[in-house]
Nanobody, 126 residues
């Protein structure tokens, strides 16, 4: 497993942008698929975006396609989530997750990720 620490959350007006970062410990970061999930009050935790170990494959939930971009820098053990055109419904705690896959497979459900960060709050005001 890896240790994950998110940063970059905050308060932004609708239409604005935020960039989240997730720093991972460990020397095998490059073998992990990474995901960003979010959980709003009273709702289930849902996947927002995922990226394969090489960065060659990405996944986006329909609700964020065209607005969010996931990327990774394996040399820095970091995965990013650039969020543009934010909407009030994007308000949630955002979590970084990791799972060793050694392939271009990206897990899409919470149960398939073994390592989690502590979460960072994103609030979008209308």
């Amino acid at each position: 497993q890896v240790q994950l620490v998110e940063s970059g959350g905050g308060l932004v007006q609708a239409g604005g942008s935020l960039s989240l970062s997730c720093a991972a410990s460990g020397r095998t970061f490059g073998s992990y698929a990474m995901g960003w999930f979010r959980q709003a009050p009273g709702k289930e935790r849902e996947i927002v975006a995922g990226i394969s170990w090489s960065g060659g494959t990405t996944y986006y939930a329909d609700s964020v396609k065209g607005r969010f971009t996931i990327s990774r820098d394996n040399a820095k053990n970091t995965v990013y989530l650039q969020m543009n055109s934010l909407k009030p419904e994007d308000t949630a705690v955002y979590y970084c997750a990791a799972e060793a896959t050694y392939s271009d497979y990206i897990p899409l459900i919470r149960a398939d990720f073994g390592s989690w960060g502590q979460g960072t709050q994103v609030t979008v005001s209308s």
